[in-house]
């Protein structure tokens, strides 16, 4: 008999792929910085407060007047010329400032006359475009007046308070323009008004 031989049977290895764990990346927190406000508080600063009345106080020691508030040497004052006029309102007004003097409407019972004797307003051309058209030109505000007593005595002469302002002019800006005109026009009349002030402030009762 022929032997039977059996292939011996090998178990087949098993092959089991390896397994993959991807890394967990885990992001960083970033906490924004908080921030204190050092701005200061809105509450009244003593120290601050003590510095202005100081300084208040220094400024009247130096005999600081208020706009208006010229020393005139005149207890009673009349003002005539130019009356209902927005100078001569605005002049009354700066005199009443003083608080020394009184307005009275009868010249015979003032101390002082101011007699408002002109006040005009022109224009002069300063410069011409090519096409002959106007670019600029001046604003005159004079006023002439005389300080007197009414009965012959003299304080102060005819004067005159001359004032110019120039003004550019565009076709293509009328009404601003003529705004800007008015505004300035204002401008001068109280510029007037305080250099006459200033010119009282100078009067001398003593005769000379």
């Known amino acids: 008999m022929i032997p039977s031989f059996q292939s011996p049977s090998f178990p087949s290895p098993s092959f089991q792929s390896p397994s993959f764990h991807a890394p967990s990346f885990h992001a960083p927190s970033f906490h924004a910085p908080s921030f204190h406000s050092t701005r200061p508080s809105h509450g009244p600063n003593p120290l601050a407060r003590l510095a202005i009345v100081a300084l208040v106080l220094l400024i009247a020691g130096c005999g600081f007047k208020l ?26 007004r700066n005199i009443l400032a003083n608080r020394t003097v009184r307005i009275v409407d009868d010249p015979k019972l003032a101390q002082g006359i101011l007699q408002i004797t002109g006040i005009s307003q022109e224009r002069r051309i300063l410069s011409l475009s090519g096409a002959g058209r106007v670019r600029e030109f001046q604003l005159v505000y004079r006023v002439s007046f005389r300080v007197h007593d009414g009965k012959g005595r003299e304080f102060m002469p005819t004067s005159e308070v001359v004032l110019r302002r120039d003004i550019t002019y565009d076709d ?8 800007e005109e008015i505004l300035l026009v204002r401008d001068m009349q109280t510029d007037a008004v305080q250099q006459l002030m200033r010119r009282l402030a100078t009067v001398r009762l003593a005769a000379s």
Do not use: D, H, W
């Open 67 to 92: 706009r208006g508030a010229a020393n005139i040497p005149f207890e009673t004052m009349a003002v005539t010329g130019a009356e209902n006029t927005p100078f001569a309102v605005e002049l009354r």
């Open 172 to 179: 293509s800006q009328v009404l601003a323009k003529e705004q």
